[in-house]
């Protein structure tokens, strides 16, 4: 079965850092592309990240830029985000995402993992 | 780096149809023929209904189409039924290997 399961969410005061992990199984994950959505609680959802097949390049939403960190681990099947420098406005569902590049689209998505920033 | 604009809550009977329009500019929707559409429950992940503008991965329902015209990608459903209530959002690769989100739509069935 193709599953992707995210982990790492969690409680986190101002200004701490957090690395979530997204850990892929019933597929070739080298093959694809990756991304990280967020949705904060009762909103939209928002595209912060994406990482090509091999990790050597990556895109970032202008608001996370400096902060958020994406890679992969392709030897573990599993993509990470790291965070540094959290916001109260980071908090929010974090989705991962395969992209099968051609043809374009997300086609699977995590369960998501919850971070909360707050003191 | 906007978000796509998308109608507020749009609402129709059982059998109608029903579109939900996907507004951005030449450098995202306009640009490009990478728009898709997901649909989602609440408290669920979202879930790929279109793709490339206007093709369906296998296993969704062919009620659900898409189409562009100018910078205004269209998402319908067709022969509206209940389990079509929820919340739909458009997304769009854009200049600079980045991509945006629509702001979503509720959908109702009354």
């Known amino acids: 079965e193709v599953q992707l399961v995210e982990s790492g969410g969690g409680l986190v005061q101002p200004g701490g850092s957090l690395r979530l992990s997204c850990a892929a199984s019933?597929?070739?994950?080298?093959?694809?592309?990756m991304h990280w959505v967020r949705q904060v609680l009762g909103k939209g959802l928002m595209w912060v990240s994406r990482i090509d097949t091999d990790g050597s390049e990556t895109t970032y939403a202008d608001s996370v830029k400096g902060r958020f960190t994406i890679s992969r681990d392709n030897t573990k099947n599993t993509l990470y985000l790291q965070i540094i420098g959290l916001r109260a406005e980071d908090s929010g569902v974090y989705y991962c995402?395969?992209?099968?590049?051609?043809?374009?689209?997300?086609?699977?998505w995590g369960q998501g993992t919850t971070v909360l920033v707050s003191s | 780096q906007s978000a796509l604009t998308q109608p507020a809550p749009v609402s129709g009977s059982p059998g109608q149809s029903i579109t939900i329009s996907c507004t951005g500019t030449s450098n995202d929707v306009g640009g490009y023929n990478l728009v898709s559409w997901y649909q989602q429950y609440p408290g669920k992940a979202p879930k790929l209904l279109i793709y490339e503008v206007t093709e369906r991965p296998s296993g969704v329902s062919n009620r659900f189409s898409g189409s562009k015209s100018g910078n205004t990608a269209s998402l319908t459903i067709s022969g509206l039924q209940a389990e079509d209530e929820a919340d739909y959002y458009c997304c769009s690769y854009a200049r600079n290997n980045i991509w945006i989100f629509g702001g979503g739509t509720k959908v109702t069935v009354l």
């Open positions: 995402a395969r992209d099968p590049v051609i043809p374009d689209g997300m086609d699977v």
């Open positions: 019933g597929f070739t994950f080298s093959n694809y592309w």
